[in-house]
């Protein structure tokens, strides 16, 4: 049986980064993904510009289908009463990509640069050894020195290593759909409503995607995705006449807690590795920000073993951009729940857009 040096078990943005970084480094890398590429998921689908400069790093920006991508310049937020604040990311700005093209270009890229891509292919069970990982899969096993686990929220090798962290948090779902037409706005849009947010991004020449987040409770009655819309007359408007452009897909509950995302010849990545909510819209930058650190690493640590310790350079990192995501994320979350609250603050930022521009560039850079 082949060994090989890396297998990457997740086929989503942040598995086909770490496997891309890992590639470009000489390292023997396979990448087990469940379902076919490209592979659609609920999602924001929103790189701001540190995620847009990372994709740029992997090779993958020039695999991206522009047709299936939309630039946008800044956040507005959109209050019931019609009030806004609106603030520009710094430049290069950001950009909408539906989420299928995203994963046809990583993948494009991944298999460039050598990567043994296996679609329809998972993770039965695995074994770790001092020496390295074989993996059970439905074709056969897969043997590798070391073990990257990017498959996803729920994460089944997350939980088979012991790591998720039972704790109280909120529980936040999410419910994404598009809609066919020219995108109305140069901005992402946030709009609120009560226990709901719905989030606008321009996902294409003619194609905006509506994604709604909501806290498990407070949306009365059936929560689908036209009982959610209705609760925003204004996107109601902007949408009348335009034909859906793909299915409602939801995901949640979205907060996971990890006890840590190292172990000897293993490592979780992306949603895997632990998250808070999507209501920053700074999943992909974290993803990406956390995977190249990772693939950049493994050269190095496999030629000293691989242990635990070998890896805690890319824990600090972790923590590092994770705190600095969590915090944003807490805060934001707050607003979302107190409507007082929140209400004078999106009217103050929305007379000082420099201030919100401030915030932005903190938030992003």
Not at 15 to 23: Q, R
Not at 271 to 281: E, F, M, N
Not at 295 to 316: I, N, S
Not at 347 to 354: S, V
């Amino acid at each position: 049986m082949k060994r090989h040096d890396v297998v990457v078990v997740g086929g989503g943005p942040a598995g086909l980064a770490v496997a891309i970084t890992a590639a470009r480094r000489g390292l023997d890398t396979v990448v087990l993904e469940r379902a076919s590429t490209p592979v659609d998921k609920a999602c924001g689908e929103g790189l701001m510009p540190s995620g847009l400069a990372a994709l740029e790093r992997l090779g993958a920006l020039s695999h991206l289908d522009m047709r299936d991508s939309s630039p946008f310049v800044g956040i507005r937020y959109v209050q019931e009463d019609g009030s806004t604040a609106e603030g520009k990311l710094p430049a290069p700005g950001g950009l909408g990509v539906r989420r299928l093209a995203l994963s046809q270009a990583l993948s494009s890229r991944a298999r460039e640069v050598g990567v043994d891509l296996r679609e329809n292919s998972h993770a039965v069970s695995h074994v770790r050894t001092p020496d390295g990982v074989t993996l059970e899969t439905p074709t056969g096993p897969v043997s590798a020195r070391f073990l990257v686990a990017a498959d996803g929220l729920n994460s089944p090798l997350r939980k088979a290593e012991g790591l998720d962290v039972e704790r109280e948090v909120l529980r936040r779902y999410g419910l994404r759909r598009h809609f066919r037409r020219v995108p109305w706005t140069p901005y992402v849009e946030v709009h609120f409503a009560s226990g709901v947010e719905a989030y606008v991004t321009p996902a294409g020449a003619e194609r905006v995607g509506i994604a709604f987040l909501w806290e498990d409770g407070t949306v009365e009655g059936r929560v689908g995705f036209d009982a959610l819309l209705e609760r925003f007359p204004r996107l109601v408007e902007q949408l009348n006449g335009a034909e859906p452009d793909s299915q409602p897909r939801g995901a949640g509950p979205l907060a996971r807690v990890v006890r840590t995302r190292i172990a000897d010849r293993f490592a979780l990545v992306g949603d895997a590795a632990g998250y808070v909510d999507a209501v920053t819209g700074e999943g992909l930058t974290l993803a990406f920000a956390c995977a190249e650190s990772l693939g950049a690493l493994l050269p190095d640590a496999l030629a000293k073993g691989a242990g635990r310790d070998t890896l805690l350079p890319y824990e600090r990192t972790f923590q590092q951009v994770f705190r600095k995501y969590a915090w944003t994320t807490q805060g934001l979350l707050m607003l979302a729940r107190r409507p007082r609250l929140r209400r004078p603050v999106v009217r103050l930022l929305g007379r000082a857009p420099w201030l919100f521009e401030r915030i932005l560039a903190a938030v992003v850079s």
